[in-house]
């Protein structure tokens, strides 16, 4: 898995919700990085639930957690984590875990949660929807990947990825027949 290494700012004195969009706006490079090295990944079981269940495991086993610390906020890409860092917190956990059910056909998203009353998330995670439109929901953080009963709000955030014409032709040049 390749990965160039910098580490960009996108933004001084950020707040949750920047963190949030941050991390949203991720998705589909990480997408992209599961699919284009999907032989690393484990195989679609093509049951939400299985597949969810072993990209959690897949990166709490080949990661070791770190917190980030009050000055910073990393979010790492797929290629970044696995290939670079091999540490990391919930958000790159969870963006990670998403990418890996998301490349395999599965709806799911963040779940952000706190555990203050002051209902502002401290903590991301994901869930996966089972074919009945159910919702599993797995934290990468912890050793049993179940979530924590202490959450005082939680937020959902379905990721859809949505392709467009990229493989219909448009946009690219057509060669000119008969000239």
Do not use: W
Not at 130 to 158: Q, R, V, W, Y
């Amino acid at each position: 898995m390749k990965y160039n290494g910098k580490t960009l700012t996108v933004k001084k004195g950020a707040t949750t919700s920047d963190i949030i969009n941050a991390l949203e706006a991720a998705v589909p490079t990480a997408v992209k990085q599961v699919q284009e090295n999907a032989e690393i990944f484990p195989a679609s079981t093509a049951n939400p639930i299985k597949d969810a269940k072993q990209a959690a495991e897949f990166v709490r086993d080949n990661v070791k957690y770190k917190a980030d610390g009050y000055l910073f906020q990393d979010i790492q890409l797929p290629s970044r984590m696995f290939a670079g860092t091999k540490k990391a917190d919930c958000k790159s956990f969870a963006l990670a875990s998403v990418a890996q059910i998301l490349a395999k056909g599965h709806r799911g998203g963040f779940r952000f949660a706190s555990y203050k009353p002051n209902k502002i998330p401290t903590h991301v995670y994901f869930y996966v929807l089972d074919n009945s439109g159910k919702k599993h929901s797995f934290d990468p953080c912890i050793a049993d990947l179940k979530e924590s009963n202490k959450a005082t709000n939680i937020i959902d955030m379905e990721l859809r990825y949505m392709t467009g014409l990229e493989n219909e032709g448009i946009g690219r040049k057509r060669k000119n027949k008969g000239k």
